[in-house]
């Protein structure tokens, strides 16, 4: 019999290959400013007009003209008028004068200086400065948050709160996003039985169904389920042309362990190019990764960690390129003390579901206790993922490890 895996991966090596096959899929659309919010941005915003568009007030106060005040001791001015917000001044401050200003009004004509309310004596239309301010203190310049003509936002970004905003500072109503990556997914399985059906003996709830779904709800994605599929060739085979005849992802989980990869590896190959992975991981070792029909395939491992761990490590940079997102984010791993002795060969890299939290000399992690690839508790009771390296050995209490939080992952 010949081994069911084309090739053994790094977790790099399977990232790399991942990342360079896909490529961002077209089609656009325009939607309303908030109805934008968590898409990707299609085309780059530029600002049509300064931001803020005039010289302002940064504090509420007296704008006068710098080259006035006296160089020693203090000096007096006439108020000749008053500035708000919405409602400019339109003289012109000379010399020996000034106007009350609040904050975020123009900066009347002839002023380049704000001196703030608190600082001075107010006498009868007059006012008092002290000696000592700053030339431009206290104000803010036109374009200082965004110039004419410069891209406020670029084609690629995930439009969030801080995007929402700026796009409205700019006076766009509408903005062009791509539109939504279709993903499909089912679960496989003999044993599988969905919720609102009763147990068979030796048949377990589906959980992965529910996980998938809430991972892709996260990333933003149409959501196509087709449920469970039973081991048989006929079902599978059906499935997969479904799913790949409408999306541009297929999700699968169970069926690719080398118990089963035989009769699945046999289907696919009728039906696209997929590869199969042995990759130098635990959890998730073996993953199916390739095309069928249109649509990329992502056969992930049917334990529940295993699912999530090959998710976030492999599926999810992926599908967030197919999204459009450029660029992909950092995944920063942190290093922290660990608390606990982990047990470890060198050789596979290893991702254990761990809890970051502050203790007396600083954040510290702590491994869940229960590290099995089934024990789905730990990645709801767990706050980060603890990797150690392929080539590390076992974890004593002190050590530094690196840690990967869930933020921004689930
Ligand atoms: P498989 O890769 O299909 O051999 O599955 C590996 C393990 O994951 C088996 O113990 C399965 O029962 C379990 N499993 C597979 N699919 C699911 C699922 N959808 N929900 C919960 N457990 C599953
Ligand atoms: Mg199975």
């Known amino acids: 019999m010949s081994a069911p895996y084309s090739a053994s991966l790094t977790t790099a090596q399977a990232r790399e290959q991942l990342l360079a096959a896909v490529a961002p899929v077209t089609g656009r659309e325009v939607l309303p400013l908030r109805e934008a919010l968590g898409r990707i941005l299609a085309a780059d915003i530029v600002a049509p007009h300064d ?10 106060g007296y704008a006068l003209r710098h080259d006035g005040l006296a160089g020693s001791g203090e000096t007096v001015l006439a ?6 917000a919405g409602n400019a001044f339109s003289g012109i401050v000379g010399a020996g004068q000034a106007v009350r200003i609040m904050t975020g009004a123009v ?22 400065v002290p000696a000592g301010q700053k030339r431009g203190a206290n104000t803010r310049r036109a374009g200082e948050d965004l110039a004419r003509g410069q891209v406020a936002v670029a084609a690629g970004k995930r439009i969030g709160p801080a995007e929402l905003g700026l796009i409205g500072s700019l006076g766009f109503a509408e903005v062009s996003v791509r539109r939504r990556l279709r993903v499909a997914f089912f679960s ?19 959980s992965n169904r529910y996980t998938i779904y809430g991972l892709l709800a996260a990333l933003g ?35 690719v362990s080398v118990g089963e990869a035989d009769f699945v590896r046999e289907i696919l190959a009728r039906l696209g190019e997929v590869k199969f992975w042995k990759l130098e991981i635990k959890p998730g070792r073996p993953m199916a990764f390739g095309k069928v029909g249109d649509a990329w395939l992502f ?12 998710y976030t490590q ?32 060198p050789g596979r890299r290893e991702f254990l579901r761990g809890r970051v939290s502050l203790g007396d000399g600083g954040w510290q992690v702590k491994p869940f206790s229960y590290q099995g690839s089934g024990v789905l508790r730990s990645m709801s009771e767990a706050n980060c993922f603890i990797i150690l390296p392929e080539d590390s ?8 490890v690196e840690v990967q939080l869930f933020e921004g992952l689930l």
């Open 393 to 400: 050995a076992s974890v004593a209490p002190g050590d530094t």
């Open 79 to 84: 108020v000749v008028g008053s500035a708000f």
């Open 188 to 206: 496989t399985g003999d044993e599988i039985a969905s919720i609102g059906q009763p147990l068979a003996p030796g048949q377990i709830y589906d």
């Open 107 to 128: 900066l009347p004509a002839g002023a380049d200086t704000v001196v703030v309310q608190e600082a001075v004596r107010v006498e009868a239309g007059r006012v008092v």
């Open 51 to 60: 931001v803020p568009a005039h010289d302002n007030s940064a504090m509420d």
């Open 314 to 345: 492999f599926a999810l940079d992926a599908l967030l390129r197919l999204s459009g997102l450029d660029p992909l984010p950092e995944r920063p791993l942190l290093k922290v003390i660990c608390g606990e002795a982990i047990k470890k060969q």
């Open 299 to 310: 056969g992930l491992p049917g334990n529940p960690v295993a699912v999530m761990v090959s």
């Open 221 to 255: 994605a149409e959501i196509i389920d087709l449920g469970v599929v039973r081991d048989r060739p006929e079902d599978l085979e059906a499935a997969l042309r479904e799913a790949s005849a409408t999306a541009d992802a297929i999700i699968t989980s169970g069926g």
